[in-house]
């Protein structure tokens, strides 16, 4: 009786919610997953108010690790090695064909848990200990495995683009981004005219090709290994403005390049 209860009672704060944005407000932002729930847009928009924020298709992606990397595989978007693993075998073996990698990365296959190993031990640690001790939750009944990098030899920078979900997008300025979430700066000064090419056609491009109903904002975190075009490959997908890169990426924007595609003016620049 009690989750029922809680149920309808979700429902009626929804209701309640959007009544009183109708009265209030004319546009909605919503880039705080905290505050998303799916049919929020719908509802917006039933009552003319414009919205700009995740999306269900977006979440598709950022939220679920498994499918986004289906979908990079699918569609040939470059990105790191990687096996799905239903068990500890699973991981083993795939850990032992590849005998001089040290580097690996333990992913959650929902959500955004995430563990960095540095050495082939600690990576079977960490498969045991998310199996046996479910330290990414008792949901997650499988994992993600796939190679790491080096955090002192390669660049993580964040794209972001907002999207009109008809194929029109508008970059953002890339940022840097400390691999540990210490920091972030910008423009990134390490990609070359062709790495930004390249991240263009085969990532951008290809994610909004096969996936034509992201809307709204959408980000991609990206691994650079070097300097060559094809030295590029995406890590994952992000849906959400993250501190402390949104207040460097928010600084190099214009503010009305939002307001772009969440209320449909014409096209703006980006500085």
């Known amino acids: 009786m009690a989750s029922v209860f809680q149920q309808k009672l979700?429902?009626?704060?929804?209701?309640?919610?959007?009544q009183l944005v109708v009265l209030l407000i004319d546009l909605v932002i919503s880039l705080n997953k905290t505050y998303y729930f799916e049919e929020l847009e719908a509802r917006l928009?039933?009552?003319?108010l414009h919205y700009l924020g995740c999306s269900v298709d977006t979440l598709a992606l950022t939220d679920n690790?498994?499918?986004?990397?289906?979908f990079m595989s699918k569609h040939k978007i470059p990105t790191?090695?990687?096996t799905h693993c239903l068990n500890q075998e699973d991981a083993q073996i795939f850990i032992n064909k590849y005998p001089n990698q040290q580097e690996w990365?333990?992913?959650?296959?929902?959500?955004?848990?995430?563990?960095?190993?540095?050495?082939?031990?600690?990576?079977?640690q960490t498969v045991k200990a998310v199996f046996d001790d479910h330290i990414f939750g008792k949901l997650n009944q499988s994992i993600i495995i796939e190679h790491g990098y080096s955090l002192d030899d390669n660049q993580i920078c964040l794209l972001y683009i907002v999207s009109d979900g008809d194929g029109d997008y508008?970059?953002?300025?890339?940022?840097?981004?400390?691999?540990?979430?210490?920091?972030?700066?910008?423009?990134?000064?390490?990609?070359?005219?062709?790495?930004?090419?390249?991240?263009?056609?085969r990532i951008i491009e290809r994610t909004l090709r096969c996936s034509p109903t992201i809307r709204h904002l959408f980000g991609?975190?990206?691994?650079?290994?070097?300097?060559?075009?094809?030295q590029v490959c995406l890590l994952d997908y992000i849906s959400t403005l993250e501190e402390p890169e949104a207040e460097i990426l928010l600084s190099l924007c214009e503010p009305d390049v939002f307001l772009q595609y969440a209320l449909d003016l014409p096209s703006l620049s980006v500085e």
């Open 170 to 201: 508008t970059q953002l300025p890339i940022i840097q981004s400390d691999p540990l979430r210490m920091g972030a700066y910008g423009p990134c000064p390490y990609l070359t005219p062709k790495q930004l090419s390249y991240i263009r056609r």
């Open 80 to 82: 790191l090695d990687w």
């Open 105 to 124: 990365i333990v992913r959650s296959t929902n959500g955004n848990g995430l563990i960095n190993c540095k050495t082939q031990e600690e990576t079977i």
């Open 65 to 70: 690790q498994l499918n986004a990397k289906q």
């Open 45 to 48: 928009c039933e009552h003319g």
């Open 220 to 230: 991609f975190r990206l691994l650079i290994q070097g300097t060559n075009y094809n």
């Open 10 to 18: 979700a429902v009626q704060v929804k209701i309640k919610f959007i």
